[in-house]
């Protein structure tokens, strides 16, 4: 039977709290009557160096306990918002399973801390929550590798930015080269980035090397509202705004030779960075089942501390519409990455030839909900994951990472901030037994856009970075300085963490040579 397309009449007029401030892809510091503070360093046990630990006993209504992956070093920012609190509200959530689990970037968000992990049991009444799989849903990293060295592109540098800017189009609200029909976005949401190959955008090997192949099953393209397809109708191949970036970058450290070497990565390559999301139609669309499952929450009878925590039950018909609408736009996500793939492949031909060939090494999402299989107290558990400003990171063996890569586990994409490095980490047998093979998704915010632009002057930044031979290719100056390295923690120290926990392990350190993003 066919499921009625959802429309803007179909939402209700339930106010679902204040939202997130900044850009559309931004749940930093939200400030919710229903979160107040209440953890302190007293209230952290230290299990080792990298784990801190809030106990179950905390607070009545948890679950089970909250685990912090962090470093004393790191524990002042990590307390100086609501994040934590927010961590153990999500404690507290039917069906959780093992612990809520926090990644070193964690930083507050809307409902779930932003670097938050929790697995839901499926058959044990598990929910499903759109504040935990987050408003820019399929966030995520694509990692292109250039068979050329960085002194190779050096004298070309400054023309392959150029040419990346304006075949990529960035900033608020805007569109991109391709307009997609009612029908032909449908297929989009049904076939995501399969999709973009059947057009002719990229090839066989982009699909192989990403997560998911690059689509969900299950995406309903008619459980997406007409207002979310509109804001998405033209966004297809842009990057958004926010701290969405492309970069061309050199790897300058590799740390694990055997790895790198089965990645494809060389010291002193060329790479290309992709950090974008499902835009407006991603947003849209959390923001769509927010309502529809307040409207719906008093027959569950579920109990929550915060109202931004607003789930349903997994099985439910609420949450299986979310889910189906949630995997159309995780599909619309990939989609957008592949097709800027391909520009970008385009740009540096245009400048450097036919003979320049930028080849996948992995695409990873960061806000995504997932039906996966974990073991329990040695029993096999189906359950909704939730990791929202969290990566996945499996190790060696499963089945669900790229065959050529099975062997070393899955590429761990941490992107960095402007004129700070990145990471490819790879996913280890002991992250799956620590955190359900879950990872940090970057450096994480200490400091709210707003507060950053106060801060920073975006034209200082801009000089500061072009004096570190870093190419910027930016419209605005406070777009620069809201994502000004002083704005997030130190990724260096936040890798550092996730090795240290064994989440995840080095492999190579990635410097930026030129940054192109939107205001």
């Known amino acids: 039977m066919k499921k009625k397309r959802i429309n803007k009449n179909d939402t209700h007029s339930v106010t679902p709290g204040r939202r997130p401030a900044g850009s559309n892809n931004d749940e930093q510091l939200t400030t919710r009557h229903e979160v107040k503070k209440t953890i302190t360093r007293q209230d952290l046990m230290k299990i080792d160096d990298y784990t801190y630990e809030i106990a179950r006993t905390f607070r009545s209504d948890m679950r089970v306990p909250a685990r912090v992956f962090t470093h004393e070093s790191m524990l002042d920012d990590i307390l100086a918002d609501l994040c934590l609190e927010q961590l153990v509200n999500v404690a507290t959530l039917p069906g959780i399973q093992g612990y809520a689990f926090a990644m070193p970037d964690i930083h507050q968000g809307y409902g779930f801390p932003i670097g938050g992990v929790a697995a839901m049991a499926i058959n044990q009444g598990g929910v499903i929550s759109p504040g935990g799989i987050g408003y820019d849903i399929n966030c995520g990293v694509r990692l292109l590798a250039a068979n050329m060295s960085a002194a190779e592109l050096a004298p070309k540098l400054e023309d392959v930015a150029t040419a990346l800017f304006h075949a990529v189009p960035s900033g608020v609200g ?40 690059g689509v969900l099953d299950g995406a309903n393209p008619e459980l997406v509202s007409d207002q979310a397809k509109k804001r998405g109708a033209d966004q297809l191949g842009t990057l958004g705004s926010g701290n969405h970036f492309l970069e061309v970058q050199k790897v300058d450290k590799i740390y694990d030779a055997h790895v790198a070497q089965a990645f494809g990565l060389e010291k002193d390559m060329v790479t290309v960075m992709i950090h974008c999301g499902s835009r407006g139609l991603g947003h849209q669309t959390c923001t769509d089942y927010v309502k529809i499952m307040m409207a719906h929450a008093a027959k569950w009878g579920i109990v929550l501390p915060d109202r931004e925590l607003i789930c349903a039950p997994f099985t439910s018909q609420q949450g299986q519409d979310y889910f189906a609408a949630m995997s159309a736009s995780a599909n619309f996500a990939w989609a957008n990455r592949q097709l800027i793939a391909h520009w970008v492949r385009e740009a540096f031909q245009s400048v450097l030839g036919a003979d320049i060939e930028l080849e996948m090494v992995y695409d990873v999402s960061h806000n995504l909900g997932k039906k996966e299989r974990h073991l329990i107290n040695d029993k096999e558990v189906e359950v909704i994951m939730h990791r929202k400003g969290a990566t996945r990171a499996f190790g060696p063996g499963r089945m669900e990472i790229p065959g050529k890569y099975r062997a070393v586990g899955q590429p761990v994409l941490i992107p960095g901030t402007m004129g700070t490095a990145s990471y490819v980490m790879a996913g280890t047998a002991q992250s799956m037994e620590v955190a359900f093979g879950s990872s940090c998704h970057g450096a994480g915010r200490r400091m709210s856009r707003a507060h950053a632009k106060r801060t920073v002057r975006g034209s200082e930044l801009r000089q500061e970075l072009e004096a570190q031979g870093i190419v910027v290719r930016c419209d605005s100056d406070p777009g620069l300085a809201e994502e000004a390295p002083v704005a997030y923690k130190n990724v260096d120290s936040v890798v550092d963490v996730v090795q240290g926990a064994k989440l995840a392990k080095k492999v190579a350190r990635l410097v930026p040579l030129a940054v192109i993003k939107g205001g």
């Open 174 to 213: 805007r569109g991109g080269k391709l307009k997609l029909s009612a029908h032909e976005l449908d297929k989009v949401l049904l076939h995501g980035a399969q999709q973009m190959l059947k057009l002719g955008y990229g090839n066989e090997q982009d699909l192989e090397l990403c997560e998911e192949h």
